[in-house]
C-alpha cells in the first residue's frame, strides 16, 4: 500500500515560514494526485492545497492563496507545503493525501493518508 510520512511542522511567530513535506515510501508519488489538509482543534478536517500528477495544476483554498504554495519533486517521490506570513489560525495538524483525481483528493476521498505533523503558529 504504501506510506506517506509528513515532516517540517514546529513553531512559528506569527508571519513566520515553514515548509512541510510529504515523503512517499513504497509508493510512486509521480502517478497521483497530492494533497495537503489540516484539522485544528474542535474543527473538522479542511482541504488546504492541491497539485496534479505533473505539477501542471494547483488549486488552494481561499483562506491560504498568495501564502501558501504547493510543489513536488517527483525524482525524490515528495510533495513540498511551503507556507509564508503564517496567522494563529494556521495552527493545525496538517497531513498529505494521495489519490487519482484532483477531484477526489480536494473532497478528501483520495485514499491514502500520512499521519500529520503539527503546526504551531503563536507569539
Known amino acids: 500500500q504504501g506510506q506517506l510520512v509528513e515532516s517540517g511542522g514546529g513553531l512559528v511567530q506569527p508571519g513566520g515560514s515553514l515548509r512541510l513535506s510529504c515523503a512517499a515510501s513504497?509508493?510512486?508519488?509521480?502517478?497521483?494526485?497530492m494533497g495537503w489538509f489540516r484539522q485544528a482543534p474542535g474543527k473538522e478536517r479542511e482541504f488546504v492545497a492541491v497539485?496534479?500528477?505533473?505539477?501542471?495544476?494547483?488549486r488552494y483554498a481561499d483562506s491560504v492563496k498568495g501564502r501558501f504554495t504547493i510543489s513536488r519533486d517527483n525524482a525524490k517521490n515528495t510533495v513540498y507545503l511551503e507556507m509564508n506570513s503564517l496567522k494563529p489560525e494556521d495552527t493545525a495538524v496538517y497531513s498529505c493525501?494521495?489519490?487519482?483525481?484532483?477531484?477526489?483528493?480536494?473532497?478528501?476521498?483520495?485514499?491514502?493518508w500520512g499521519q500529520g505533523t503539527q503546526v504551531t503558529v503563536s507569539s
Open positions: 497539485i496534479s500528477s505533473s505539477g501542471g495544476s494547483t
Open positions: 493525501a494521495a489519490g487519482g483525481t484532483m477531484q477526489s483528493v480536494t473532497s478528501g476521498n483520495g485514499g491514502y
Open positions: 513504497g509508493r510512486t508519488v509521480s502517478s497521483s494526485v
